[in-house]
């Protein structure tokens, strides 16, 4: 199984400050990496796949880099509806797709 | 605009099997283009995918899962189910049931989740 980790665990950042959150992967992913946002008592939202295409309807402060195994999720200018819990998930065909502790952000 | 909403059992006994189903709406389940998956997520903590059905009812699990889990389809209903056997209390998570492309799976739709308990 392929195991993703998340860093860090939380994150605290100030409105209109840039956010970044990193996803490590155990092993090569490819580009086969997306990105959730969960709010509380919501299920999971996609923000990002093939590691940096933004779903419909994402706005364009967030961005998605990264290949291999080193994956980063940045968004550039925190917003009061983005502070919530962002989850990285690995779809490379390998069994099972598995996802990230993921990493809280919080306002500081 | 696709939607789908999982129905069940808030409480499991141990030692039972949890069953859920999914019902989608704004698109069909049998059309091929996509796969049907369940995922789930303790109290607190990170996601779990289970399993998921998709081209022709062809399934996938979870290896260590494999053992209790069965994902199956109702096409005329446009339900999808999930069965869980022998449960204990690691099994009680908000489960959700997801939707993605065949073959780069990623969850573009997503229930709102339903909590289910295994207690006695």
């Known amino acids: 199984e392929i195991v993703m980790t998340q860093s860090p665990a939380t994150l605290s950042v100030s409105p209109g400050e840039r956010a970044t959150l990193s996803c490590r992967a155990s092993?090569?992913?490819?580009?086969?990496l997306a990105w959730y946002q969960q709010k509380p008592g919501q299920a999971p939202r996609l923000l990002m796949y093939g590691a940096s295409t933004r779903a419909t309807g994402i706005p364009a402060r967030f961005s998605g880099s990264g290949s291999g195994t080193e994956f980063t999720l940045t968004i550039s200018s925190l917003q009061s509806e983005d502070f919530a819990v962002y989850f990285c998930?690995?779809?490379?065909?390998?069994?099972?797709?598995?996802f990230g502790q993921g990493t809280k952000l919080e306002i500081k | 605009q696709v939607q789908l909403q999982e129905s069940g059992p808030g409480l499991v006994k141990p030692s039972q099997t949890l069953s859920l189903t999914c019902t989608v709406s704004?698109?069909?389940?049998?059309?091929?283009?996509?796969?049907w998956s369940w995922i789930r997520q303790p109290a607190g903590k990170g996601l779990e995918w289970i399993g998921r059905i998709y081209i022709r009812g062809y399934t996938n699990y979870k290896p260590s899962l494999k053992s209790r889990v069965t994902v199956s389809e109702d096409r005329s209903k446009n339900q999808f189910s999930l069965k869980l056997t022998s449960v204990t209390a690691e099994d009680t998570a908000v489960y959700y049931c997801?939707?993605?492309?065949?073959?780069?799976?990623?969850?573009?739709?997503w229930g709102p989740g339903t909590l289910v308990t295994v207690s006695s």
């Open positions: 092993q090569s992913v490819r580009s086969y």
């Open positions: 704004g698109g069909s389940i049998s059309s091929g283009n996509y796969s």
């Open positions: 998930q690995q779809y490379n065909n390998w069994l099972p797709y598995s």
């Open positions: 997801a939707r993605s492309d065949p073959f780069t799976v990623f969850f573009d739709y």
